[in-house]
């Protein structure tokens, strides 16, 4: 079976960790901070703040923008659960925008026609996180336009997106958004067996996020609210988590990030190759928009107006073939836990019309071409039959 995503591990991966199983810090050593600077490097600057995973770097940004009850988030619906999760973490209320039939990220004309409601009924949103599908930023530009003029703050989830570039900018410089954060989960661009990171260029939204990863404890005199009792003192100021990523993780994810622009890069070159040979079949590959380089997580095809059944029989049938396809994602209003707010089948037509005909193919950077050849003969097959 050839898996729709998996990790390269080299030896300098391994040695990476077993220097550090072998060092006197297993966790809160120099490799997590060593790790955040070489991300914030890679982004162009800024504050990383590394935790032990994308779901908890999406809470700790809600956390640090005062998210809370009273309040609204606003998510894509065709996302992994954790991009809405977030909002009902800290109290907050949470609801979708359709997405754009194109990138199948957040459509930014769906979101204006939606904020122009809202403000009509007092009922704008205070974050929205755009979700980065696939790897392909989303239209940053437009969504920053109308957080200045609407005044929500922007969490970009670019969980699948590390390496890319927007307007010829690393995506995670932060020039539309308050903080973006990134995924390391095995079958991510990067890997730190599970884990997540923050960026910023607002030092005082990292410093809360990496206060309240721990515990919301400190050891800085300058935020305590008396003198220390002596060296061993801390104080918790705040109801913070643990969150924090152990150095064996930030040790791996450093030995991979020297390699991030190779990932990508070879990604692309697979992404091109599925483009020329899956051309001709009644399928639609993805669209790539002119001002973004994608880094390439997953590779979507469409299978237009093919129904419920044969989508089912067509995703079968690649398994029986030994192509492990998948697909991202469900929509999330149509999940139990969100139906019970309210949502129902049609609220979002974009996002329903594209789960009743995606499919997502194998795509890593160690796939070889004769596994590559495999996939797009199987996927004619299918779709011929």
Sequence with gaps: MIPYGRQDITREDIDAVLEVLQS???????????????????????????????????????????LGPGDWLWTTPITFVASANCGLYCGASVDFVDIDPR???????????????????GRLPKVVVPVH??????????????ADKYG??????????IGGRYRNEPIGCGRYSDITVFSFHPVKIVTTAEGGLAMTRDGALAERMAL????????????????????????????GFNYRMTEMQAALGLSQVARLDQYVTRRNELAHR?????????????????????????????????????????????????????????????????RRFGFADGDFPEAEAYYREAISLPLFPTLTEAQQEQVCEAVAEVVRA
């Design 103 to 121: 990138t199948y990220n957040l459509c930014p004309r769906a979101l204006e026609r939606k904020l122009i409601e809202a403000e009509k009924n």
């Design 152 to 161: 929500f703050r922007v969490i970009e989830d670019a969980s699948h997106a």
């Design 212 to 239: 309240l990863r721990s515990h919301g404890i400190t050891r800085d005199p300058a935020l305590m609210d008396r003198e220390p009792d002596g060296g061993w003192y801390y104080q918790q100021i705040e109801l």
């Design 274 to 338: 599925y483009d020329e040979r899956l051309a001709g079949l009644p399928l639609t590959t993805p669209w790539q928009h002119p001002d973004s380089y994608s880094g390439r997580h997953l590779y979507v095809i469409r299978l237009p107006r093919c129904g419920k059944e044969k989508h089912a029989r067509a995703f079968e049938s690649l398994r029986e073939r030994g192509v492990g396809v998948n697909l991202h994602y469900i929509p999330v209003h149509t999940q139990p836990y969100y």
């Design 133 to 146: 599908l696939c790897g392909q930023p989303c239209d940053m530009a437009s969504i920053g336009a109308l």
């Design 24 to 66: 006197d810090f297993l966790t809160q050593g120099p490799k997590v901070p060593a790790f955040e600077q070489a991300v914030a490097a890679h982004c162009g600057g800024g504050y990383g703040v590394a935790v032990n995973s994308a779901t908890s770097a999406l809470h700790l940004a809600c956390l640090a923008l005062d």
